[in-house]
């Protein structure tokens, strides 16, 4: 696995500006996911260009991507149109192609931190669990899943994976290895980081690709990684199903939550 130590996402996917007024950035077969390159890195890349092409360094404060093709290993290319709201709110609409077809794009929305006249509220605070170093370490089978080498995960709380059991949830540590900045972008790839949560009730795993991912941010981190991050099953019918996710960081303090809709293909 690359070492990502002291570089940040966008040096790690060699994201830069083209002379077209775009960006590229390549996707290595170590962050391929179960279909094809890990959706969160998708997410965390249109983050990146958003926030390259912000005419000033805002906190993002929400994305809205919605998958429209099926991407592969290799180079992807991106252009964002930026959209003054206000004085305090910008929202860029980022796209990703590859090969010239249409690959995602998201509605990214940066704000200016002011101070208001209303009482403030940070969230629901984190859910009791044990310390990361008390947690024993789970891994994704990297020849199902190469981009799990690339997570530290340590259940905390709830049932793991393929193991047949009633709980629609699971909760884990999750840290990026070598760690690497957080920021927003590196939570949307661990807002994906965990496998669908309706897989503690299966015995074998089904492919259920992403199809839509919102995510907001309610706090900038400030701790470093890992963070706690709980998804939870919404439903699940039809061949389709919504998971929700929280992450909190190790003083408790919640960071982001995420919704995201998928295809369930088995």
């Known amino acids: 696995m690359k070492q990502l ?4 996402l966008a040096e790690e996917f060699a994201l830069t500006e083209t002379g077209s007024g775009g960006w590229a950035a390549r996707v290595d077969r170590s962050w391929r996911g179960w279909t094809g390159p890990h959706g969160g890195v998708i997410a965390a890349l249109l983050i990146e260009v958003a926030r390259a092409a912000a005419t000033e360094p805002l906190p993002v404060r929400a994305v809205d991507l919605r998958f429209s093709g099926r991407p592969t290993e290799g ?3 991106f252009d964002a149109t930026e959209h003054v ?8 609409e980022v796209r990703a192609d590859q090969d010239g077809s249409p690959i995602a794009a998201a509605s990214v929305t940066l704000g200016r931190t002011v101070e208001t006249g209303v009482e403030e509220y940070a969230g629901p605070p984190a859910p009791p669990v044990p310390d990361p170093q008390a947690c024993a370490p789970f891994a994704l089978p990297p020849e199902i899943v190469p981009a799990g080498a690339h997570f530290d995960i340590r259940p905390a709380a709830g049932p793991l994976p393929l193991t047949g059991a009633d709980e629609r949830m699971m909760c884990a540590w999750i840290g990026l290895v070598p760690e690497v900045p957080a920021d927003a972008a590196a939570l949307a790839i661990l807002a994906d980081a965990l496998p ?3 897989f503690p009730t299966l015995r074998a ?3 259920i690709p992403t199809v839509a991912l919102s995510m907001h941010l309610h706090a900038e981190p400030t701790r470093g990684l890992p963070v706690l991050v709980r998804t939870v099953n919404a439903s699940t019918g039809g061949g389709w199903s919504v998971d929700d996710t929280s992450i909190w960081d190790r003083s408790g303090l919640l960071l982001a939550s995420a919704r995201q809709t998928r295809r369930v293909l088995g």
């Open 5 to 8: 130590t002291t570089r940040t």
């Open 75 to 77: 180079v992807l290319t």
């Open 85 to 92: 709201v206000g004085r305090s709110t910008v929202a860029l």
């Open 196 to 198: 669908p949560a309706v």
């Open 205 to 207: 795993p089904v492919a």
